[in-house]
C-alpha cells in the first residue's frame, strides 16, 4: 500500500510534486462539501440502523431474520447499482419517476438518500451482532426493575457503543472513497474530484497524490477517534457468544415494529428489484453478447485476493489482537489504504508494476489482486483480531512453553479455533473485492475487465436493459456467494464450537499442552 | 517458518504467483486501448475478431474521464508500452502521444478514401467515422422561450442579432460554438466562459450526462456530440439537434482517429487492426450503430445521419488544436472548480 503511494509522491520526470493544489480554496471548498455529505450519509444510516438494528436482534418482530438478510443485501453491492435502481424508477422516464423525482434524485439530498439506504445495513448488522453477544447477565437483573425502553437507553447502547462507532467509521471510509454513484448522480464530492484528475487531459499523479493528504488526515482522525474513545472493546464485543437473552415482547407494538422493519427492508431491496425489472427479457437474452469474461475477471482476482486478505489476517489479526505495536502499525495503513481513494492505489501500483521485468505480473490479473490487498486486508485482519480477542492469548503461549512453533500453532490452534471467522473472513474480503470499481477502473489488464467495471463503462451508453441485465447479475453473484457463506456457517458445528471459549478455556490449554 | 514476517512473505510469494499463472494466449492477439464508447467499439472488434481471428484485448474508457483516462493510461505506459492501438474518440489527444515521441507512424491501406482534412499526412493518425459537436434542445423546455431561442442562456459574441429557430437542422445565426483560444486568443476565450458561469450554464462530466440533462428537462439545451444527441432523439425525448456556425465558422467535426503505438508488443496484428478500423465497412457499423458521419465517400448513410459533405464543417488545425488544449489546462482547471 505504502509503496505506490511513495512512487507518486516522488514524482516521474513529467511531473513533480507540488503543493500548488493545496493553496487554491476550491478542494478545501469541495473537501467540506465532501464531509457534509458524509456526516448526512452517516445521520441516516444511523437512523435506519439503529432501530433497525434493535428490532432484529433483540425483539419479537415477526419475520425478523429474513427482513435483515433481504435488508443487508444492497451494502454487498458497489451503491453505483442501487443508484441505478432508483434511477430506473425515479428517473425522469423511470417506472413511476417525473421530473420531481428525477430533480430529488440528481441532487446532493437524493446522493445522501441512495447512499444512506446502501450504508444503513452496515450499521443495522454491527449493531444487531453486538446486541445478540451483549452479556445477558446485566441485562436480566434489568429486566427486575426496568421496562425495556429504559433497558435499551441504559443498558445495551451503551454495551454496543463500540460497535456503533466501527460501523460509523465504516459507513464514513465508504462514503468518503465512493466515486460511482456519485459521479452517477452528478454530485461532486472529493474522491470523484481525484479520480477526475487522475483522468485530466494533463497527466499528473503527483498532485493527485498532494489531494490526496487531506484524506488521508480525515483517515488518521477517524482511526484516532477509533484508538481512543472505543479503544481494545473494539475487538472485544464482537464475539460469538453462544448463549443470548430472550427477545423482548413488544405486544401491541409488535405490529407497527413489523411494519417499520418491513419498510426499511423493503427500500432496501426496491433498487435491486428495479435492476431486474429494467432488465427484463430483453437484457437478459442479450446478455450473452456483452458479459463476455466478466463474471471469471470478477471471481478469479477476488478469491485469489480474499485468500491472500484471510492469510494477512491469521497471521495478523492474533498478533492485532494481542496489540502487538507492529501489527497495530500496520492496521493503521491498512485503515489509511481502505479510507483512501482507490484510484490512486491503482494509479500508483501502475507505476511501479509496468516494467519489463515484472509484465508477470501488471499483464495479468495479479495486478487487480495487489490492489485488491492492498485496499481491503483491513477486513481480514479486523475479522480475525475480533475472533482472536475472544479466546486468552494464554492458549498459544502454552502451545509454545511446550515447542510447538509458529506455524503450528497457527494450524494447530488458530485456525480450528476460528475457522468460522476464517471463512466469514473470506467471504467478507470476496464481497469486498467484487463490489470494487474504483480500484480496478484505471488498471485492470486489457480484456479483462471485472463485472462492476464493466457495468460501469458501459452505464453511459450502453442499451438500458443489458446494463440493468450486467447489475442484476453482480447482485446475484453476490448473493450466491452469500447464501453459500450462510449455509456453511449453519452446518452443524463441531463439540468444541458450541460452547463458549471461556468455558472451555481448561479443554484448551490441555489442547494446547499436546501440540 | 518461526515468525510471522517469514509467513507474511511466503504469503506473498504464493498468491502472486497463483494469480500470475494464466496460461499464454494460443492465438494471435492485439491491445486496443480506446475512448471511443463501449457500446460501439466493442462490435467492431467482435466483428475483428470473426474476420481475422485475431484476438483483440481491449480497454475502454469511462464517460467521466473520456479519452483522458486511456491516454493517461498510455502516457503512464510509456517505458514499456501494453496497447498496440490507441482508438481515440476525437483527433485531438493523439497528439499528446505525438509529442512525446508514443506514436509509431503507419498510414492504414483503407486510409486511401478518407479526407485529407481527417488524417496525418506523416501517418501519426487516421480519421474513421466522425461526429459533429451540435446542440442538443429540449423542445418542450425550449416552448417559452421559442422567440429568443437557446441563445437566451449561450452568451453572444459582440453584436448580438437575432437567433434562429432550434428546431431545424441548420445553424442559429448568432448562437455560436465557444471561441477558441486558436481562433480569438485567450482573451476571448476567457471572457466567453466566464460569460457561461455568469449565466449559470452548468458543466456536465461528459457528453452523456448532457443527454440525460437535456432529455429530462433538467437543462433547455446542452452542447454534445451527434452520437449522443442521435441517441438522444432515438429513445423518444422530445428533443432537435441543431448544428450550430453552419453560416459561419462552421460545426466542429471530430473524426474518431486511430493511432499505433511505439514499441507496442504486436506490431502486426496492430497495424490488421487499424486496416479494419479505418475500412468503409467499420465505418459502416458505426454509422448504423451509432450515428457516425462516414469519411468515406462511398459509405451510404442512412436517412437519420447528416453526411459530412452536407454540412459546413469547421476549418480546424486538430495539432494546434492540441498544443492549445495542453496550454490552457491550468486556467480550465481553475475555471471548472478543480
Known amino acids: 500500500m505504502l509503496w505506490p503511494l511513495f512512487v507518486l509522491l516522488a514524482g516521474s520526470d513529467e511531473a513533480a510534486p507540488s503543493f500548488a493544489p493545496l493553496r487554491a480554496v476550491e478542494p478545501w471548498l469541495l473537501l467540506a462539501r465532501t464531509l457534509a455529505l458524509t456526516a448526512a450519509v ?33 451494502m454487498f453491492v458497489p451503491p453505483l447499482l442501487p443508484a441505478l435502481g432508483w434511477f430506473y424508477l425515479f428517473g425522469r422516464n423511470g417506472l413511476i419517476g417525473g421530473e420531481a423525482s428525477a430533480g430529488l434524485l440528481f441532487s446532493d439530498l437524493g446522493a445522501v438518500l441512495v447512499l444512506g439506504l446502501t450504508f444503513a445495513p452496515i450499521v443495522t448488522s454491527l449493531a444487531a451482532l453486538a446486541l445478540w453477544n451483549v452479556d445477558p447477565s446485566q441485562e436480566e437483573a434489568a429486566r427486575v426493575v426496568a421496562r425495556p425502553p429504559r433497558i435499551v437507553a441504559r443498558i445495551l447502547l451503551p454495551a454496543i457503543l463500540p460497535a456503533i462507532a466501527l460501523a460509523a467509521v465504516v459507513v464514513a471510509a465508504l462514503t468518503l472513497s465512493e466515486v460511482g454513484a456519485p459521479m452517477f448522480l452528478r454530485v461532486r464530492t472529493y474522491a470523484a474530484a481525484v479520480f477526475a484528475r487522475l483522468g485530466g487531459v494533463d497527466f499528473a499523479p503527483a498532485e493527485a497524490f498532494v489531494l490526496l493528504l487531506p484524506v488521508l488526515v480525515v483517515a488518521l482522525a477517524l482511526a484516532a477517534v477509533e484508538r481512543r474513545s472505543i479503544g481494545r472493546r473494539s475487538f472485544a464485543v464482537l464475539g460469538l457468544r453462544s448463549f443470548r437473552s430472550a427477545p423482548f415482547a413488544l405486544g401491541r407494538w409488535r405490529w407497527p415494529a413489523a411494519v417499520f422493519c418491513w419498510s426499511v427492508t423493503g427500500l432496501s431491496i426496491t433498487p435491486l428489484l428495479a435492476l431486474g425489472w429494467r432488465a427484463g427479457l430483453r437484457g437478459f437474452a442479450d446478455l450473452p453478447l456483452w458479459i463476455g469474461g466478466a463474471v471469471w475477471n470478477s471471481l478469479v482476482p477476488a478469491a485469489w485476493a480474499a485468500s491472500a486478505i484471510v492469510a494477512l489476517g491469521v497471521v495478523l489479526g492474533p498478533l492485532l489482537s494481542r496489540r502487538d505495536r507492529a501489527a497495530t502499525r500496520l492496521d493503521l495503513v491498512a485503515l489509511l489504504a481502505f479510507v483512501a481513494p482507490g484510484a490512486l492505489l491503482g494509479v500508483g501500483l501502475a507505476a511501479i508494476w509496468n516494467q519489463p521485468e515484472t509484465a508477470w505480473v501488471y499483464q495479468t490479473s495479479a495486478i487487480i489482486v495487489l490492489g485488491f490487498v492492498g485496499r481491503y486486508a483491513v477486513v481480514g485482519v479486523r475479522t480475525l483480531a475480533v475472533a482472536c480477542t475472544q479466546t486468552p492469548a494464554q492458549i498459544e503461549d502454552a502451545a509454545r512453553v511446550f515447542g510447538a512453533g509458529y506455524l503450528r500453532t497457527l494450524a494447530g490452534i488458530v485456525v480450528p479455533l476460528h475457522w468460522r471467522a476464517i471463512l466469514g473472513a473470506w467471504v467478507f474480503a470476496m464481497v469486498f473485492c467484487l463490489r470494487d470499481l474504483e480500484t480496478a477502473v484505471l488498471y485492470y489488464p486489457p480484456g479483462r ?27 446475484l453473484l453476490t448473493l450466491a456467494l452469500l447464501g453459500f457463506a450462510l449455509g456453511a456457517a449453519a452446518m452443524r458445528p463441531r463439540a468444541h464450537d458450541d460452547t463458549s471459549v471461556r468455558q472451555r478455556q481448561p479443554e484448551f490449554r490441555e489442547h494446547a499442552g499436546a501440540l | ?73 498510455l502516457i503512464a505506459e510509456r517505458a514499456n508500452p501494453q496497447a498496440d492501438v490507441f482508438w481515440s474518440g476525437d483527433p485531438v489527444r493523439p497528439f499528446l502521444l505525438v509529442s512525446r515521441g508514443l506514436v509509431e507512424p503507419y498510414t492504414p491501406t483503407s486510409a486511401a478514401g478518407i479526407p485529407p482534412a481527417f488524417k496525418s499526412a506523416q501517418g501519426h493518425w487516421t480519421g474513421s467515422a466522425a461526429r459533429a459537436r451540435v446542440l442538443l434542445v429540449n423542445r418542450e423546455r425550449l416552448a417559452g422561450r421559442r422567440r429568443r431561442g437557446p441563445c437566451a442562456i449561450w452568451p453572444t459574441r459582440a453584436g448580438g442579432g437575432r437567433p434562429p429557430s432550434p428546431t431545424r437542422s441548420t445553424a442559429p445565426r448568432r448562437c455560436m460554438s465557444p471561441p477558441g ?84 508488443p504486436h506490431p502486426e496484428a496492430a497495424r490488421r487492426l487499424a486496416d479494419y478500423l479505418v475500412s468503409p465497412q467499420a465505418e459502416r457499423m458505426m454509422v448504423d450503430a451509432a450515428a457516425h458521419m462516414p469519411l468515406h465517400a462511398d459509405v451510404a448513410t442512412p436517412a437519420h445521419v447528416v453526411p459530412v459533405a452536407r454540412i459546413r464543417a469547421m476549418n480546424i488545425d486538430y495539432a494546434a488544436l492540441a498544443a492549445v488544449m495542453d496550454r490552457i489546462q491550468p486556467q480550465l482547471r481553475k475555471w471548472s472548480g478543480l
Open chain 1, 42 to 74: 452517516l445521520a441516516v444510516t444511523l437512523a435506519i440502523g439503529l432501530p433497525m438494528g434493535l428490532l432484529v436482534a433483540r425483539t419479537d418482530t415477526p419475520g425478523r431474520r429474513i427482513a435483515l438478510v433481504a435488508h443487508a443485501a444492497p
Open chain 1, 449 to 475: 475487465a471485472p463485472l462492476a467495471v464493466r457495468v460501469f463503462t458501459l452505464e453511459a451508453n450502453g442499451p438500458e436493459p443489458v446494463v440493468a441485465a450486467l447489475a442484476s447479475v453482480q447482485v
Open chain 2, 1 to 73: 517458518m518461526r515468525h510471522p514476517l517469514q509467513m507474511l512473505v511466503a504469503i506473498a510469494l504464493l498468491v502472486t504467483a497463483g494469480a500470475c499463472s494464466e496460461r499464454p494466449p494460443t492465438k494471435p492477439e492485439v491491445v486496443v486501448y480506446t475512448s471511443v464508447d463501449q457500446v460501439f467499439s466493442e462490435p467492431v472488434f467482435r466483428r475483428f475478431e470473426a474476420d481475422t481471428g485475431v484476438r483483440v484485448r481491449s480497454v475502454f474508457d469511462t464517460e467521466e474521464t473520456k479519452s483522458t483516462g486511456i491516454l493517461n493510461r
Open chain 2, 181 to 264: 483560444s486558436q481562433t480569438g486568443g485567450d482573451a476571448e476565450a476567457t471572457r466567453f466562459l466566464d460569460a457561461l458561469k455568469a449565466n449559470d450554464v452548468r458543466i456536465a462530466s461528459s457528453n452523456g450526462e448532457v443527454k440525460r440533462l437535456v432529455t429530462s428537462g433538467e437543462v433547455v439545451f446542452g452542447l454534445t456530440d451527434t452520437d449522443d444527441a442521435f441517441d438522444a432523439v432515438k429513445s423518444g425525448a422530445p428533443v432537435d439537434i441543431v448544428y450550430p456556425d453552419q453560416d459561419a465558422g462552421g460545426t466542429l467535426v471530430m473524426p474518431t482517429s486511430v493511432v499505433l503505438i511505439r514499441g507496442a
